[in-house]
């Protein structure tokens, strides 16, 4: 039960505060890591078969290292109390959602397509 009310109070965020395009967000901390992992990745594999082995590997890497750093911080939280626990886990389905910049792009590719591009 306390699950679902820190996700409605992450809902309650994106609703109220929208996307923050200027705060550090996740996501872009995990495209900063895609795009280091291609580099290190492009420079040493060269033939299809060793790009498409890079490529799980990253998928692999991002999953682990996000997942990961969520499971820790929620460990640490829920540690220290329940409400810097319930805090962190609204931020993180805050962070998760953006249903503000979900619905813009959504919006961009169907323009996109009904106009043929």
């Not at 996307?19 to 550090?24: A, M, W």
């Not at 996000?66 to 626990?85: C, E, H, P, R, V």
Request: net charge positive; with cysteine.
């Amino acid at each position: 039960m306390n699950h679902l009310l820190a996700v409605t109070a992450g809902v309650c965020l994106d609703v109220i505060l929208g996307d923050p395009h200027r705060l550090p967000h996740p996501v872009r901390l995990m495209g900063f890591l895609i795009k280091c992992f291609e580099k290190f990745f492009r420079k040493r594999c060269h033939s299809p078969r060793q790009l498409r082995f890079a490529g799980i590997a990253i998928l692999i890497l991002m999953v682990v290292l996000s997942g990961g750093a969520a499971l820790l911080a929620m460990k640490l939280l829920f540690g220290i109390g329940f409400w810097y626990g319930f805090a962190g886990e609204a931020l993180l389905s805050y962070w998760m959602l953006s249903g503000g910049c979900l619905a813009r792009e959504a919006k961009k590719g169907a323009r996109s397509l009904s106009e043929g591009l």
